[in-house]
Nanobody, 124 residues
Framework: QLQASGGGLVQVGGSLRLSCAAS????????IGWFRQAPGKEGEGVSC????????RYADSVKGRFTISRDNAKNTVYLQVNSLKPEDTAVYYC???????????????????WGQGTQVTVSS
C-alpha cells in the first residue's frame, strides 16, 4: 500500500514536502498521482509523475507552486508544496496509476492502491 506523510499546519505562503512511500510493491513500475480532499468539496487530482519520472502533470490550481518528484531507489514520491494558500487545505493522498507507466489523467478512476492521507492545513 501507499502511505502519505509530511503534512502539517503552516501559514499562508509557507511550504511543506509531502512524501508517498510504498510498501509491499515496487513503486518504480507505476505512475503516481497526488490527490486532495477538502471538507465539503469534491476531490481534486493535484499532480502525477510517470514511472520513470520523465513526465509530470499538474492541476491548473497548483501549477508553478507544487513540484512532484520521485526517488525510485527509495521507493518514494514527493510533492513539494510552496506558496501555500488557505484553499490548499485538505487531506492529501497518493495513489498508483492503473493505466500504464504514464499519467493518462488526473482522474481518480485511473488510480488505485490508495493509502492513508496526510492533512495539510494552511492558516491565514
Amino acid at each position: 500500500q501507499l502511505q502519505a506523510s509530511g503534512g502539517g499546519l503552516v501559514q499562508v505562503g509557507g511550504s511543506l514536502r509531502l512524501s508517498c512511500a510504498a510498501s509491499g510493491f515496487t513503486l518504480s513500475y507505476y505512475a503516481i498521482g497526488w490527490f486532495r480532499q477538502a471538507p465539503g468539496k469534491e476531490g481534486e487530482g493535484v499532480s502525477c509523475i510517470s514511472s520513470s519520472g520523465g513526465s509530470t502533470r499538474y492541476a491548473d490550481s497548483v501549477k508553478g507552486r507544487f513540484t512532484i518528484s520521485r526517488d525510485n531507489a527509495k521507493n518514494t514520491v514527493y510533492l513539494q508544496v510552496n506558496s501555500l494558500k488557505p484553499e490548499d487545505t485538505a487531506v492529501y493522498y497518493c495513489a498508483a496509476g492503473t493505466s500504464g507507466y504514464g499519467c493518462r489523467s488526473l482522474h481518480s478512476t485511473d488510480f488505485g492502491r490508495w493509502g492513508q492521507g496526510t492533512q495539510v492545513t494552511v492558516s491565514s
